[in-house]
């Protein structure tokens, strides 16, 4: 697959044309409530929108766009470094894959294989010198963990979240994750809401301070607690031994009318101030300009979910690798028009209101 050139844009017009009827792969992924993916599903799974009104996905999308960047330019020129160090690995931007799972939401088996969007989102985010987090849904189990194969298949990390399961079960899945090579694990909290584990028999739960402090010390690996939409929750998190937390409303799936993530990211920052943790967002992220404004107000690093499905499903690995390339290409660019030659240097003076 790696060997097939392709422009980002093949591999759009490819995922167009694989995902009729599920995606209109606009050029714009804004959750705009008169998209063709939103909607009220009325029962029906949901499909690859927001849940109900879709407005958390559209927030999403709405609290990056209102941020302006302060362009700053006469000073010494140089070129951008984004080199980011996450859990003991060296990637070349603070950007990764999120962990998206669940085929079925985007057409099934017949637009990609979970095994094969799996391998090509953890490939192709490798060769953009990054990795992918995969995550977990009703079709996996201990022993069908196509995520963790496809990490353990490229010998090169990613990360594990698992969905809140019964405590001993995702103690199992931490166990399989050492031995696979993960880079670090963790639990999409916001996850005890899926109809889709429950219905598939596969329960889930919300989770106390003391269930993710047992999930700490359960494993070697740093743990990470995806799902965090209030301060409240992150400091629960950091106290009970999470080393990374993830500010997202699961690309607005799980709650309808939550804020932006951006929206509610300075708070959770603020908050987490004298803490020594990592501080991840996702949501409505499309490009490196909407990076640096994640970075600006107060993110280590980011996540992308939709983008990447459809990289994937457009252009395999390769889609990934171009989609994370475009990523990181527009990042360097929005750093350097607003003067910032280093990730460190990244601070919120870059907001404009
Ligand atoms: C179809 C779909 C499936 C997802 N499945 C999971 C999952 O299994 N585990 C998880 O932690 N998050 C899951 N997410 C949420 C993503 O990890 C991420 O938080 C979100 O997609 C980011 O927003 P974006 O799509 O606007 O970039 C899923 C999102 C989508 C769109």
């Keep these: 697959m790696s060997s097939v050139v392709m422009t980002l844009e093949e591999v759009r017009n490819k995922a167009k044309e694989k995902l ?3 995606c209109m792969v606009y050029k714009d992924c804004d959750g705009n409530p008169t998209r063709f993916c939103q909607g009220q599903h009325y029962g029906r799974p949901l499909g690859f929108g927001g849940i109900g009104s879709g407005a958390s996905f559209h927030n999403n999308w709405l609290a990056l766009r209102k941020i302006k960047l302060k362009m700053k330019l006469v000073e010494t020129h140089f070129e951008p470094d984004t080199t980011f160090h996450f859990f003991g690995k060296d990637l ?22 979970e095994r094969e969007f799996c391998q090509a989102t953890v490939c192709g985010c490798i060769e953009a010198g990054t990795i992918a987090w995969r995550g977990d849904t009703y079709t996996y189990s201990l022993e069908n963990s196509y995520g963790l194969d496809a990490i353990k298949e490229a010998k090169a990390g990613g990360v594990k979240i698992v969905k809140p399961r019964e405590q001993n079960v995702i103690i199992e899945f931490f166990k399989k994750a050492e031995e696979y090579g993960v880079t670090a694990v963790g639990v999409d909290t916001d996850g005890c809401g899926s109809y889709m584990m429950t219905k598939h028999n ?6 106390t301070s003391d269930d993710i402090r047992e999930l700490v010390n359960s494993t070697a690996l740093p743990v990470i607690v995806k799902g965090i939409m209030c301060a409240e929750d992150a400091l629960e998190a950091v106290n009970a031994g999470a080393l990374a937390i993830v500010v997202s409303n699961h690309g607005g799936r799980v709650l309808d009318h939550t804020p932006g993530t951006a929206d509610v990211l300075p708070e959770i920052v603020e908050a987490l101030k004298d803490k020594n943790v990592m501080i991840v967002a996702d949501g409505g992220i499309r490009t490196g300009y909407d990076v640096l404004k994640m970075l600006a107000l107060g993110a280590d690093a980011v996540l992308i979910g939709r983008d990447i499905v ?7 690995s390769v889609g990934v690798r171009l989609q994370m390339d ?7 660019k929005a750093m350097k028009m607003t003067g910032f030659s280093s990730l460190a240097e990244i601070t919120s003076e870059v907001i404009e209101v």
């Design 20 to 22: 009729k009827g599920v």
């Design 92 to 113: 070349s931007m603070p950007i990764m894959g999120a962990s998206v799972t669940g085929v079925n939401s985007f057409g099934g088996e017949n637009v990609i294989a």
């Design 202 to 207: 596969k329960p889930v739960f919300k989770k």
């Design 310 to 316: 459809r990289a994937a499903i457009g252009g395999g």
């Design 326 to 332: 475009y990523l990181r290409e527009t990042l360097k």
